[in-house]
């Protein structure tokens, strides 16, 4: 496999080619994966954070052939490049809204196409990680661009309100019927099996809500409680992240009448059955 070095075009299928933006972090594994995809016409899925020598290296990699600038959501590490990029190359900026100082030409929904000379990208609503999550499918490839709906290396945060977790688990579901041969993560390496990836992550959430339940039916009143007993397997230092995910999987079963509670920092208790 390519390696994963900041700056550095590398092509990870015959249409498409990846610069690395240089934020390695908790967060963002080696970093945001900027995609170009074509090559006469080219659209560039997630310029990543507003980084001057990231978007030189993206602008020099697809110079005035890019002409559209797709991101898959408006958190930092993914949409703040639109503007320098769109400064750069002139060309068009689309998203699922303007949010977080992301301000696009045009907003997108479901069933978007770009349609370039040598290639169609759809867009596919994936709220969950965030509301207004797309992922983008190259059909002629069958390669899926997932942004943070499904990384590799690691699970994905799901943090309420914009974030939920119901929502997340539904459009994996229906990513799995979509015949994708290879998921482009927003980051890590390619994913060469998205069945396998998929199926991975729908049963760490089973495991983790049957988990996260149990703990609350065994007395665990509170977040923090639920934390310490289920992410046994986490180191302590990223556990402030998962109570987030808790919460996320106490809401679920919330919304299916399985708990009782209010909020982050409140009490929770089992549903009497
Ligand atoms: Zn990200």
Redesign the pocket.
Known sequence: MAELIPGVARAVSPLVRRVLAPNPGV??GPG?NTYLVGIDEIAVIDPGPDDAAHLDAVAACGGDRIRWILVT?T?A??SPGAAGLKERTGATVMGFDERDEFKPDGTIDEGFCVEATEFRLRAVHTPGHASNHLCYLLEQERLLFS??HI?EGSTVVISPPDGDMAAYLDALRRLKKMRIRAIAP??GQLIDDPLGKIDEYLTHRDEREAAILHAVEDGAGTVDSVVERVYVDVPEALHPIARHSVYAHLLKLKSEARVHGEDLDGEWRPAVR
């Open positions: 967060m963002t945001t959501h958190h590490d993914h942004g943070d990384m927003g980051h």
